[in-house]
């Protein structure tokens, strides 16, 4: 059983994560994402000082004390078995991108009801896209072809 303080780390640690996964890196690959997640339990054990000072210190210091706590951020416990230990800590982060999608959806839908025409959307939807590089970014046209000029 966890004691109240510690379950009130864990509960911000996921906090923190939620808002390091919608600002910071919604994408992260395994060894980021265990960073991630273990700033957020080191930032959550410091907001709760001074009462949580014992558990930041042993945060820092117990490596494996860390490690244990990592999984209890990341993961939701499922029936199911994870193949290997590195896909446990995306299963919490896959199911908070899907909330913020979600959330992003209602509020985009909203906003395009405010456009009041389809055409008006299309053109709005254009001029922001025209700007957008973060998932896809824009790049040169490469050509498959050999140019002799260049041998």
């Known amino acids: 059983m966890q004691r109240p303080l510690v379950r009130a780390v864990i509960q911000e640690a996921i906090e923190n994560l ?75 982060i896959c199911l908070i991108r899907s909330e913020i999608k979600e959330r992003c959806n209602i509020i985009t839908m909203g906003a395009f009801l405010m456009f009041g025409s389809a055409l008006d959307i299309v053109d709005y939807v254009r001029k922001q896209l025209s700007q957008y590089t973060y998932t896809f970014p824009r790049a040169r046209i490469v050509s498959h072809k050999v140019s002799t000029s260049s041998l």
């Open 18 to 92: 939620r808002a390091a996964l919608l600002f910071t890196n919604a994408f992260p690959d395994i060894c980021v994402a265990l960073t991630l997640i273990q700033d957020c339990l080191l930032n959550a054990a410091d907001h709760h000082k001074p009462g949580a000072t014992d558990i930041l210190e042993r945060l820092k210091c117990d490596q494996d004390y860390l490690l244990k706590i990592t999984p209890v951020v990341s993961l939701i416990y499922f029936k199911t078995t994870f193949p290997d230990s590195t896909s446990q800590p995306r299963a919490r």
